[in-house]
Structure formats: structure tokens, C-alpha cells
């Protein structure tokens, strides 16, 4: 037991971080609504509005369908025959002779219902949504789920109530009219209740069949006393130290304990109308009924199997307390930390699985669409014609028109990465994609190296000749196109890592500026001029 305990504390402080009972409390289902007390008193008060409003529309509803001439089973009325069961207006024989008093019962209800709500919207609307924050006497109602002091005296409130209905019940039988009996088929008063406590002890193994009316007040004045007291020990006594240990005090554990006891009570309310002809007359429910466990349990009339007033009641009582059974089942799983969320999630999955068309957890839902490359940009090829110097002044293209190899640089080529699926697509592979790899590659334009100087461009190396910086004759050697590695735009790359940089070789094509050449020309012409004179001296 106590390893079970261990294990539930356990799941509780994964889910909701440890409560204030047993540690640090963390922001959880509990911590959020330990600060909303009279959010949850105005949710109650509320409820109880809706509830007795029911029950006095439902009054008034089958006071208006009445018909003298057939009983009150077979007009399928639910509330009348538990007026009549208390003795109001019924005469001998089980004959309703006066409708007043259930009119009556039906006003009521409806003037309480409105004071209810009355009450509900003054806390919404006049008092804090946490006692705490109210003014005295209010904050010392307020009560948080992980407080055992505050929920024994919450439970002791309810059980007092609870034993005042049933003091109730048994002064209405004793001096308030008296009740209906069964046995005699009159009103009458029970002067004598049982109050032998073994003659009401020995009903434990016979607790349905009771079938005396001073039993039944006997047993009411019992019951009063015991609630009352025990309410009044949960207000004066705090829950033992092996109560805080073996029970859940959340918001959850407490629903789960609640929905427990309303379905306990649910089931024997159901068993006491199928079954029991005294507290159930048959003059206003019916005949008693059969419990069928078939495929869904359900208590049959085994008259004509006809529909009666007990019928629908117990039923009703059956099917009720089951939910409420079912939810504290729940209520209690989740105050235990277990996650409803993935089991949903499981099943979810599973489904989808064993569908025609799965999706598996690892993979997401896409949808490709080819869009254009606009990511690759190149600048256009330059060509630069090898010029030739004629008739002194004029300028022409040489013979040969200048090739491709003759631009300073050609289109670039990005090398084709191959595809991701090939090599290592399998039969079974779901999708297949094949992914071409696009660059954004800038150049920038070429630098000009001659004799270990730096002239940048053309244009560069054309003002350094102009400006005197120009070879001896016969010192001339080939240019150097020097490229600076590629710039990839990585933002547009499809792939993250870029390609290794191109690296280009020296240009071995000689350059000739048309300017220079015309002036060596002419210096070459003077020159042989000026050596013709000497050497025809010389010849001579």
C-alpha cells in the first residue's frame, strides 16, 4: 500500500509539481484554482439554481398533464408520486383528491431557484473570485484543494445538511402529516418510530426489503444523527496524519471521492425503487420491477413490460450513478497523473497507421510546387578583339575574328552534386526527391599582373603605359589574370556548405595595346631611317 501511495505522489508531482501538502507547489491545475474559491462557491450556487429550477418546472409541467381517471404510473409522472409517497394530497385508497399542494411545491421551487441565482450573481459580481481577498466574514471561508483542514470542515458542512434532510423527513412522518403506508393504503403518522439499534442493525443484511413504516422513520432518525455528528467532528478535527497519506487531496481526488459517493447512492436509490414497495408505493410507481442483466442492465416491468413511473425512475437512478461511477474512475486516474492526452495521441496514431493512406509520426505533410531559378546570376561575357594598326590612323579588325577562347573569362559551371536518392533509393521508399543544387555565384572583375606590378584592370595597365611605366623592348612577358575566389550569396544557396572556390590558371595570350604598338612602330621606323645614311657610308 504504502509503495502504491509512493508511485501516485509520484505521477501527481510530474504532472502538477508538488502540492503544498507535500512541497513546493507549482503552477498546476490545483494552483490555478486554490486562488478562485468563490469562483467555484458562485459555480455551485449556480448549479443549485438550474437544479431546483428543473424540479420545480418539472412540478408544474406534470400538475398541468394530470388526468384524475388513470394512475400516476401510467401518465409517466416522476416528481408527483413522491409528493403523494409523503402524504400530500393523497386520501385513502392512494387517491389524489388535491393537486394544490404540488402546485404549491412547484412556486416554491421556482421563487428558490431565483434566489439562488440572486446569490450566485451577488458573489460574481460583489465579492473577489478569491474568499482571500474578501472582507471578513467571507475570507474565512476560503479553501484550497490541498488543505485537509479546510475540506474536512467542507465535508463536515455537507454531512450536517444531509442529516438535517433526514431529521426532516422523519418529523414530517412524525408530526407533519405523517406519510403514506403501503401496508394500510391510507396516511398516516408514526407515532413510534424503531429506535432499537439491533432491530435496525438487522436490516444490514436485508437493507432493501424493509417493510415497516417505523423501520423506515427508525432508520431516517439513525441516519440524522450519525451525519450530524460526524459533521460535526470533520468541523472540529482535522483529518488524521494516516488520512493525509492514503488519500489524494487535489482537485481531481476530491471529485473522484464525490462522484464515488453520489454513484453508491445512485445505485441503492435505483435498487430501493425497482424493488421496494414501501418506500415506493405501487399505487403511485407501478409494480415492482425485474432486473435484466443482459446486454445492458436494465429493470423491466414483468407485468406487460409496459413503462411505469418506477421503471424510468429506476433506470434512471441505474444509468446515473454508472456515469457518475465511470467519472470518478476518470477523476481518480487523473489525480493520479496519468495522461489521458497520449493515450489519445497512441490511438490517434494508430489509426492512422492502418489507414490506405498512413502518415507516420516522423513525417510532415508537404506540398512542392517547381519554382524559376532566379537565384544564379552571371554577368555577360566580355570580348576583346586583337587589334592591328593600318594605314597610320585608322583602325581595323585583324583577319581572324576573335574566338571564345578570347573572352576574359567564360561561363562558369557549376559541377552537379547528384542526387540525394540516388545510389540509396530502396523499393519501399514512400517519397522519393531528387534535389538540384543552385548557387548564387558573384565574380568580380579580373586584376592585371605584369612584371610582379598590380595594375588592378585593363584599364589599370592601359594609364600605367601612358604614364611611362612601360617595358623595354624585348622585356615583355605575358599577362596574369589574377581571379579572386567566387562570392557564394549563401542566403539563396540550397545546399549550406558552398563549393570549394575555382581557381584559374595565368593567361598565356599576349596582350598588345594598340597605342604602344603604333608608337614602337614609329620609333622602329625613325630608327632604321636614321641607320640608312651610316650604313650606306659604311657600304661605300
Not at 436494465?298 to 411505469?308: Q, R, V
Request: charged residues 20%; positive net charge.
Amino acid at each position: 500500500m504504502q509503495t502504491l501511495i509512493r508511485t501516485i505522489r509520484t505521477n501527481q508531482e510530474e504532472r502538477f509539481g508538488r502540492s503544498p501538502l507535500w512541497g513546493t507547489a507549482k503552477q498546476s491545475n490545483q494552483a490555478r484554482s486554490a486562488n478562485l474559491s468563490n469562483r467555484f462557491l458562485v459555480v455551485h450556487i449556480a448549479y443549485a439554481a438550474l437544479v431546483v429550477f428543473l424540479a420545480g418546472a418539472i412540478t408544474l409541467l406534470e400538475v398541468a398533464r394530470y388526468v384524475p381517471d388513470k394512475p400516476l404510473y401510467e401518465q409517466g409522472m416522476i416528481l408527483l408520486p413522491y409528493f403523494a409517497g409523503l402524504g400530500w394530497g393523497v386520501g385513502s385508497g392512494g387517491e389524489i383528491v388535491n393537486t394544490f399542494p404540488y402546485f404549491a411545491i412547484g412556486v416554491i421551487d421556482i421563487v428558490s431557484a431565483a434566489v439562488l441565482a440572486a446569490g450566485a450573481y451577488f458573489h460574481r459580481t460583489k465579492i473577489p473570485s478569491s474568499l482571500e481577498n474578501a472582507s471578513e466574514p467571507a475570507s474565512r471561508y476560503h479553501a484550497t484543494w490541498d488543505n485537509p483542514r479546510k475540506l474536512g470542515r467542507i465535508l463536515g458542512t455537507h454531512l450536517i445538511f444531509w442529516g438535517i434532510g433526514a431529521a426532516l423527513f422523519a418529523a414530517k412522518a412524525m408530526f407533519f402529516g405523517g406519510l403514506y403506508d403501503a401496508n394500510l393504503h391510507d396516511v398516516r403518522a408514526v407515532t413510534n418510530p424503531t429506535l432499537d439499534f439491533g432491530a435496525i442493525v438487522s436490516y444490514k443484511t436485508r437493507l432493501f426489503y424493509v417493510d415497516s413504516l417505523e423501520d423506515l422513520v427508525g432508520g431516517h432518525l439513525y441516519i440524522a444523527v450519525i451525519l450530524i455528528a460526524g459533521g460535526i467532528w470533520h468541523l472540529l478535527v482535522e483529518p488524521f496524519q494516516w488520512v493525509k497519506e492514503r488519500f489524494i487531496f487535489n482537485g481531481d481526488g476530491i471529485l473522484a471521492y464525490s462522484l464515488f459517493g453520489v454513484a453508491l447512492g445512485g445505485f441503492a436509490a435505483s435498487y430501493f425503487c425497482g424493488f421496494n414497495s414501501l418506500a415506493h408505493p405501487v399505487e403511485f410507481y407501478g409494480p415492482t420491477l425485474e432486473l435484466k442483466p443482459y446486454v445492458l442492465p436494465h429493470y423491466l416491468n414483468p407485468t406487460n413490460g409496459a413503462a411505469t413511473s418506477r421503471t424510468l425512475l429506476a433506470n434512471g437512478f441505474f444509468y446515473a450513478a454508472f456515469l457518475c461511477f465511470a467519472g470518478s474512475i476518470w477523476e481518480f486516474a487523473r489525480a493520479t497523473g496519468f495522461d489521458f492526452a497520449a493515450v489519445r495521441q497512441t490511438w490517434k496514431q494508430a489509426a492512422a497507421e492502418v489507414s490506405p493512406f498512413p502518415v507516420l509520426s516522423y513525417q510532415k505533410e508537404f506540398h512542392y510546387e517547381p519554382q524559376p531559378d532566379w537565384g544564379v546570376w552571371y554577368e555577360a561575357a566580355r570580348v576583346e578583339p586583337k587589334p592591328a594598326f593600318q594605314n597610320g590612323s585608322q583602325w581595323s579588325l585583324q583577319s581572324d575574328r576573335p574566338s571564345v577562347d578570347d573572352h576574359v573569362y567564360g561561363s562558369s559551371k557549376v559541377a552537379k552534386l547528384p542526387a540525394i536518392t540516388h545510389g540509396t533509393a530502396t523499393r519501399n521508399t514512400l517519397y522519393e526527391v531528387t534535389y538540384h543544387p543552385k548557387r548564387s555565384i558573384f565574380y568580380h572583375s579580373p586584376s592585371v599582373v605584369r612584371n610582379g606590378k598590380n595594375y588592378g584592370s585593363r584599364n589599370g595597365l592601359r594609364n600605367g603605359l601612358e604614364n611611362g611605366a612601360e617595358n623595354k623592348e624585348g622585356d615583355r612577358q605575358p599577362l596574369t589574370m589574377q581571379y579572386e575566389s567566387p562570392k557564394v550569396n549563401r542566403s539563396s544557396a540550397i545546399h549550406p556548405k558552398p563549393k570549394p572556390a575555382t581557381f584559374y590558371g595565368n593567361r598565356s595570350t599576349e596582350f598588345k595595346e594598340p597605342q604602344q604598338e603604333h608608337r614602337r612602330t614609329r620609333r622602329q621606323e625613325n630608327r632604321r631611317r636614321e641607320q640608312e645614311p651610316h650604313q650606306a657610308e659604311n657600304a661605300e
